[in-house]
């Protein structure tokens, strides 16, 4: 009996141009910027003078000048989230989300974190208020971001 050997007719052309080699490519690419980003990739100042207490990560040095510069003073943001929401507590949301137009009004860089100080504003509102009172304070500052921080505190 004679066993026959079946051959592949196609031929293997597509050497290299699978899904690995496109993976391959991606990280190759994707990878230094990652590092470079997230400060794996530091540069440090080289000591040639031979004394140790010269060699410095420069990295480490901005970042932790850095993290010791937010811990004393917060994002502008942060601090006008916290004011409107004992504004809101003390006063009415209407007095708050008319202050937080007005901050955003003279602070243009505010307008990014707006929605989601209207959001903060719309959820501690059903907290003091319910959702049937909170919900006559909206408006549209920010959208309708303060009615859907309403709706997704009252779901």
Not at 15 to 31: E, H, K, Q, T, Y
Not at 68 to 79: C, F, G, I, L, M
Request: net charge positive; aromatic share 4%.
């Amino acid at each position: 009996m004679k066993h026959s050997v079946k051959h592949s007719t196609t031929r293997q052309t597509r050497r290299g141009r699978g899904p690995a080699r496109r993976i391959g490519r991606s990280l190759a690419f994707v990878l230094p910027v990652v590092l470079v980003l997230s400060g794996t990739l530091a540069v440090t100042r080289v000591n040639w003078s031979g004394d140790p207490a010269d060699s410095v990560l420069a990295a480490s040095e901005a970042s932790s000048s850095k993290a010791s510069t937010r811990a004393a003073a917060r994002a502008p943001h942060e601090v006008l989230r916290d004011r409107l929401l004992t504004e809101l507590q003390e006063e009415d949301p209407g007095v708050a989300l008319t202050h937080l137009q007005q901050a955003v009004n003279e602070r243009p860089s505010l307008g990014g974190h707006c929605a989601s100080i209207a959001r903060a504003l719309g959820r501690a509102a059903v907290k003091v208020y319910g959702p049937t009172r909170a919900q006559s304070y909206a408006r549209p500052v920010c959208d309708t971001a303060f009615a859907s921080g309403v709706l997704a505190a009252h779901s």
